[in-house]
């Protein structure tokens, strides 16, 4: 009788989880939605759209890319692999998930019309509400399930720290309201409120999201690491990310001593990566041994994407490349699409494979995916490449607007292709 009551507990559990793996695909058609647009603004570069607004467009494209896409996927790896069956089934959980997609819609179809107004401001500000009610209704469960205390509970700092920078990030556009009230529009104070909240969601939230579901992969397959070095690791991560957003100010060219807190945290976050590699170093024919063909690939890219964004991060810590970095926008666009595609995004990818959530065993699933990485790398080696021209002042790429649309057609196809093979290739939930 216990064998099928274990057995009945398994089936049902893997019915919620093939459940979750459908917001997942939602949150991978809103990153088809989001290609599609970023192609759509490579193409204003090299033609004309009548009646569509450069910058409205950019805001909805960076928008859905952060809320549709990258929220909406940690939200749900966070709900798979924290809670048990009963609390991640909660109706409130289903509440917020198509509740943030509808302020997703919303934002979609508000920014490209009319930039930041009341519409898109009333989507986002609803948004950012919801975050609020996530991360405490998830805390909340999480302490139920007595996570802390469990297989997960050294992952779970980490997840703990993502959902405090995520609403330390929040802090960002609540003070836009004021900032724009008081005719600052456009002021430095206007353009640190945006870094603020960028630094804290990517290099808070997300960055510590990822970390936290690599570390729960190693305790869901039962790979030791070495809790005083992993704590450490922690501790500098945590507290170097608060100081290190005054890499995002120094384009104001401040004080001396604000370039040295910068440079410390910087350098902390350089030892902090160090001590991730000697933590994870001793597991790694264990990690090379859980991982299959695609997702190891997927996540040494991923890695490598973090190693740099951590090595580029320490670099403008030094006046001259600071300034350097925010007088060529390309470098900018570089940065983040390293961090967000090729680190998170890329990451998730590895991840949700893992879980059997996402296939690549059909060719439309394969073709797709080498469609998506050849047009990351090829569009990063061109920004790269035409920021370093123009720093050199050896002008501009030849045909670098071209290149870039020609490139990124490739982005939204290969995207597309891996969700369409998501529909053809049904893979095994694993718990």
Known sequence: MDGNNTAAAAKSDALTLSSKRGWFLVALANLVVVAFLGLLLRYMMVGTVPAVNYKYLLHAHSHV??????????????????????????????????????????????????????????????????????????????????????????????????????????????????????????????????????????????????????????????????????????????????????????????????????????????????????????????LLRLFGRWDRALFSLAAFAFVLKTGMQLLTAFPYLAALAFQVRFFIIGYLHLVLIGFVSLFLFAFFFRLGWLSFRGRMGRWGMGFFLAAFAGTEVLLFLQGAFLWLRLGALPYFYELMFSISTLLPGGILLILLGQCRAGRKVVS
Request: glycine share 6%; net charge positive.
């Open 65 to 286: 890319a952060l809320l549709g896409w990258l929220y909406a996927a940690v939200f749900v790896a966070l709900l798979a692999s924290y809670l048990p069956e009963e609390l991640r089934n909660k109706p409130t959980y289903t509440w917020q998930f198509w509740l943030s997609q509808g302020t997703v819609l919303g934002m979609l179809v508000s920014f490209p019309i009319q930039g930041y107004a009341p519409g898109s401001i009333t989507f986002s500000t609803v948004h950012l509400l919801l975050s609020y009610w996530f991360i405490y209704q998830f805390l909340k469960d999480a302490k139920t399930a007595c996570v802390s205390q469990g297989k997960h509970g050294f992952s779970f700092r980490l997840v703990k720290a993502a959902l405090i920078f995520l609403a330390l990030s929040s802090l960002g556009p609540w003070a836009m309201a004021p900032i724009v009230a008081t005719g600052h529009s456009g002021s430095e104070m206007y353009y640190n409120a945006i870094y603020f909240y960028l630094h804290f969601q990517y290099n808070g939230w997300l960055v510590f999201a990822v970390l936290g579901l690599l570390l729960w992969m190693l305790e869901h397959h039962g790979i030791a690491f070495d809790f005083k070095t992993a704590l450490a690791f922690f501790r500098l991560m945590f507290w170097a990310c608060l100081p290190a957003y005054l890499l995002s100010f120094l384009w104001t060219k401040p004080a001396g001593l604000v370039f040295l807190a910068a440079g410390a945290a910087a350098s902390v976050q350089v030892v902090a990566l160090a001590l991730l590699l000697q933590m994870l170093w001793p597991a790694r024919a264990q």
